[in-house]
């Protein structure tokens, strides 16, 4: 099993920048990759960001390129999502994920995060 912890939502105004932390624990030994997903109200859940944890690759949704850094420190079992220039349709519960796998318009997920809030304000 593998425990996933986010941390370092909150309520910003428009422009401004968080940066969201994901502590992993238990059985990370089989964490090949990392990711971020967002739902908001009345919306599905959707994918964000996604990094190797080894290195190697990065990819981000078009909605938040430019704006937000995926990065990780293997040493801590940490993701981290760095969101600059932040917008009010970034309103969101943001999630963690561990082994995100695309599949066509579908992805499959090994372990979530609990979740953290980002409400960002015009």
């Known amino acids: 099993q593998v425990q996933l912890v986010e941390s370092g939502g909150g309520l910003v105004q428009s422009g401004a920048s968080l940066r969201l932390s994901c502590a992993a624990s238990g059985r990370t030994d089989g964490i090949y990759a990392g990711g971020w997903f967002r739902q908001a109200p009345g919306k599905e859940r959707e994918f964000v960001a996604i990094?190797?944890?080894?290195?190697?690759?990065?990819y981000y949704a078009d909605s938040v390129k430019g704006r937000f850094t995926i990065s990780r420190d293997n040493a801590k079992n940490t993701v981290y999502l760095q969101m600059n220039s932040l917008k009010p349709e970034d309103t969101a519960v943001y999630y963690c994920a561990a082994n995100p796998a695309n599949s066509g318009s579908t992805w499959s997920v090994d372990y979530w995060g609990q979740g953290t809030q980002v409400t960002v304000s015009s």
């Open positions: 990094i190797r944890w080894s290195g190697g690759w990065i």
